[in-house]
């Protein structure tokens, strides 16, 4: 476990979501459910264009970039990279280490426990309660972004926040070696 690794996963956590609506409670996924190429991995490229950061959410990443190493884990499909890789240039001013979900073989939450479980960080940041809760097994810290439809999710280990700016505080102390308060 890297003590000075983040991830974050993108669309809900970094990017707001299409019309601002974060749909699925993630109450009836199944670890087991087979990924599928259907109409949305087909649209994928298109999905994203137009959308904007979630609130006070860039400037936080920026501000953590500074004393970790952050990480991207998104489900969103390799051939949206071009399209992924211009909305961090333009909002955030660089790409950071991006990984991409390569096919349609995975589950948006299977690629994601693959990759954060081989990342091993010490937080991760997410907003789908499916993901999160499995994560949860693998990852110290959850820092879940509070929508609706995961509000159900608890756990000792998950911390709901509005926002990652409002993990700063906790994640800067551990950084500088300060318990937190």
């Given at each position: 476990m890297s003590e000075r690794?983040?991830?974050?996963?993108?669309d809900g956590v970094l990017c707001r979501p299409?019309?601002?609506?974060?749909?699925?409670?993630?109450r009836r996924k199944r670890r087991d459910a087979q990924g599928k190429a259907g109409l949305l991995w087909l649209t994928e490229r298109w999905r994203y264009i137009g959308r904007k950061p979630m609130p006070r959410a860039l400037e936080a990443f920026a501000r953590l970039e500074a004393v970790y190493r952050c990480v991207v884990v998104t489900a969103r499909g390799e051939q949206a990279r071009r399209f992924t890789e211009r909305w961090f240039r333009t909002h955030l001013g660089h790409v950071p280490e991006l990984h991409m979900r390569p096919s349609p073989a995975e589950t948006s939450a299977q690629f994601k426990v693959r990759v954060v479980g081989e990342l091993a960080p010490v937080a991760h940041f997410e907003?789908?309660?499916?993901?999160?809760?499995?994560?949860?097994e693998l990852v110290p810290t959850i820092f879940l972004v509070d929508w609706r439809r995961n509000r159900w999710l608890t756990g000792s280990n998950i911390r709901r926040v509005a926002s990652?700016?409002?993990a700063l505080?906790?994640?800067?102390?551990?950084?500088?070696?300060?318990?937190?308060?």
């Open positions: 690794l983040l991830t974050f996963d993108l299409p019309l601002g609506i974060n749909p699925g409670s993630g907003d789908d309660p499916f993901t999160a809760a499995w994560l949860a990652i700016a409002d505080p906790e994640l800067l102390e551990r950084q500088a070696g300060r318990p937190a308060s």
